[in-house]
């Protein structure tokens, strides 16, 4: 056969009868595409591995149960040649030349008249990837292009502005803690893609010096805010940016919504009639324990975690928090912007019968080269706070939980 480069296509497979020779791994890899397609699949297999088997179980394929038959082509658009049987697989590719069906054969890629292309599908658009021509095959090689192409759309890493469906308005993006590979795929996608971001001081700033020069990056704690309280000057400027039909990212630290005021940003959008996204992130709450090798539960130890804000000091009469009932509780506390006022909190909790020699760890700029962590008792955490130094951001952890991990840093960032 001339070695002419294979013509790329997308088929439209939708209630078009397509023939599975072979109920094998082959077909198990393949057949999820054809389902999702909409084709009418006849598989014709005298055996096939469970998940083939609970496809037709669901009614996705119809299923023949012996092995191939001259004739089983006959009305295919389309046929996936996959016996284990090379004699019936050479038939069967005689057969669908004959009734010029579209043919891929899994043992034999030059005798096939189709190749299946290595794909993968991002935000629409399906990314196939074929070799040029049969001797240049190699399929490892297409699988990686196809991987290096679909991660780079998804976190961001190879911009391909939308210029059809990309639509103005305001995207409130969770960055995780502070590595900047602990924001999710679709926040660096949505960052990536962002004319304006506004940032606040905690979360991955890494990620701003990545964005290209035309990105306006704007830092939250620095808008003036004359005579409005900083927060609503941060809503005026994503709804100033937002009306001016730009992209805007609102990066803020964790998670929008724990204790991140994402919900007051979503309502002055919505307020103001702008279009807002919300892009959950990875809590500091439960990561950056983790990233110190404390897990907030453990099996037998604690079978609960409750997450405070010790942002201001239990006596305060500002504050939500019941220190009383929090100090019978038996689980983890996890302390938010509680340095200042982790000596309070202390005495809070062991004035109403949390014991004493409850272990404490504070991890400060958790996930970050930074990351240290402290540990102590309830009865010497304020003095640790003071000897060592401790500043914000730091995430607090009381309980049992604190003794359990493993002491070196997991995870942390290189
Ligand atoms: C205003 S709250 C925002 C929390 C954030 N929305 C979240 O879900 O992680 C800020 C507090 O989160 C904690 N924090 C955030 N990032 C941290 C980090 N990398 N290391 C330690 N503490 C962190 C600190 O307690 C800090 O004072």
């Known amino acids: 056969m001339a070695e002419n480069p294979a013509y790329p296509v997308g088929l439209r497979l939708t209630g078009r009868r397509v023939v599975v020779l072979g109920g094998g791994q082959v077909a198990q890899r393949r057949l999820p595409a054809l389902i999702a397609a909409g084709a009418d699949i006849h598989l014709v297999s005298p055996a096939a591995t469970p998940s083939v ?33 090379r004699q019936a697989n050479t038939d069967a590719s005689a057969e669908a030349e004959r009734h010029r069906v579209w043919c891929v054969r899994s043992d034999d890629a030059d005798a096939a008249t189709a190749w299946t292309p290595a794909t993968g599908h991002s935000e629409g658009v399906t990314v196939a990837v074929l070799t040029t021509n ?13 991987d290096a192409v679909v991660e780079g759309l998804r976190d961001g890493t190879l911009v391909a502005p939308h210029h059809r469906t990309r639509t103005p308005g305001v995207a409130l993006v969770g960055g995780g803690p502070g590595d900047p590979d602990l924001i999710t795929v679709r926040g660096r996608r949505l960052l990536a893609e ?3 971001v506004i940032a606040d001081r905690l979360g991955p700033r890494d990620l701003l010096a990545e964005l290209p020069p035309h990105v306006e990056v704007i830092d939250a704690a620095k808008i003036p805010y004359g005579r ?5 000057a941060i809503n005026n400027a994503l709804i100033e940016h937002a009306k001016q039909g730009k992209s805007v990212v609102r990066l803020k630290g964790g ?12 309502q002055a959008l919505a307020e103001a009639g702008i279009a807002c996204t919300v892009v959950p992130g990875i809590s500091s709450s439960i990561s950056v324990p983790g990233a110190a090798g ?36 038996r689980g983890t506390l996890v302390v938010l912007m509680g ?17 004493a020699d409850t272990p404490v760890a504070l991890v400060q700029e958790g996930t970050t080269a930074a990351q240290r962590r402290v540990d102590a008792t309830l009865s010497t955490v304020a003095e640790t706070v003071r000897a060592e130094d401790v500043k914000p951001p730091a995430v ?4 049992e939980v604190v003794n359990v991990g493993v002491h070196s840093p997991l995870n942390a960032s290189e």
Do not use: C, N
């Not at 496809?55 to 284990?84: C, F, Q």
């Not at 724990?258 to 919900?263: D, I, K, L, S």
């Not at 409750?306 to 942002?311: A, D, E, L, P, Q």
């Not at 200042?340 to 014991?355: F, M, V, Y």
């Open 53 to 85: 088997e609970a496809m037709a179980d669901a009614g996705e394929i119809t299923w023949t149960k012996r092995p191939y038959e001259d004739g089983d082509l006959a009305e295919a658009w389309y046929a996936l040649i996959a016996t284990s049987d």
């Open 134 to 146: 049969a001797k240049g095959r190699d399929p490892r090689h297409t699988a990686a292009i196809r």
């Open 194 to 196: 962002a004319d304006v």
């Open 228 to 232: 409005f309280m900083a927060q609503e």
């Open 255 to 266: 998670d929008p919504f724990v204790f991140g005021r994402g919900m007051e940003e979503a």
């Open 294 to 329: 404390i897990p907030v539960t453990h099996r037998g130890v604690a079978h609960e975690f409750t997450v405070v804000s010790g942002h201001v000091a239990p006596d305060d009469e500002r504050s939500l928090v019941d220190w009383a009932a929090l100090a019978r509780l």
């Open 339 to 355: 340095v200042d006022k982790i000596g309070r909190i202390a005495e809070t909790l062991i004035a109403h019968g949390r014991p």
């Open 396 to 399: 607090i952890v009381i309980g």
